[in-house]
């Protein structure tokens, strides 16, 4: 859902321009099973950040009623699982315990760009180009390793 589609589904006398830093992710984003209204909240059932304006990395936020799943699929550990609960209770925060993809990285020009990086560094044609892009990739705090989603938020 857009900003101007989410200005059209809350009727507000002031508008919802107001409310944008004071929203809730948690009153606008309904569980990816629930019904959504059209009139109050929760507003949606997935959300889309544009991250880097530049490159336009889309990331889209979807919120399950009960992340036992993940255990089940095997792509949390009950251990893992019990820490986030215990994170969410006493930091207050929100913890991300599985994604799909991969990070976005900053000023790579992209999708298009970032296809090209990896190409450039895994099936190099130049030893010493890769060893550069690799160089500047860490420099703005890009790992090869995978990233654990605990640390996404």
Avoid at 11 to 22: K, P, R
Avoid at 62 to 86: F, I, Q
Wanted: glycine letters at 6%; one cysteine or more; aromatic letters at 8%.
């Amino acid at each position: 859902m857009t900003l101007d589609e989410m200005n059209a589904a809350i009727a507000m006398e002031s508008g919802t321009e107001s409310l944008m830093e004071s929203l809730l992710i948690t009153d606008v984003l309904g569980y990816a099973d629930e019904a959504v209204s059209g009139s109050g909240f929760p507003v949606t059932n997935e959300l889309y950040y544009e991250y880097d304006y530049g490159d336009s990395w889309i990331v889209k936020l979807t919120k399950l009623k009960s992340c036992e799943d993940l255990v089940a699929n095997h792509s949390v550990t009950k251990e893992e699982l019990d820490e986030a609960r215990e994170t969410v209770k006493t930091k207050h925060k929100p913890v991300c315990l599985s994604r799909v993809g991969l990070n976005v990285m900053d000023d790579v020009g992209g999708l298009s760009g970032f296809a090209n990086f990896l190409r450039a560094i895994n099936e190099p044609e130049d030893k010493e180009e890769a060893a550069d892009f690799r160089r500047w990739a860490r420099s703005m705090g890009w790992k090869q390793k995978k990233v654990d989603p605990k640390k996404v938020l």
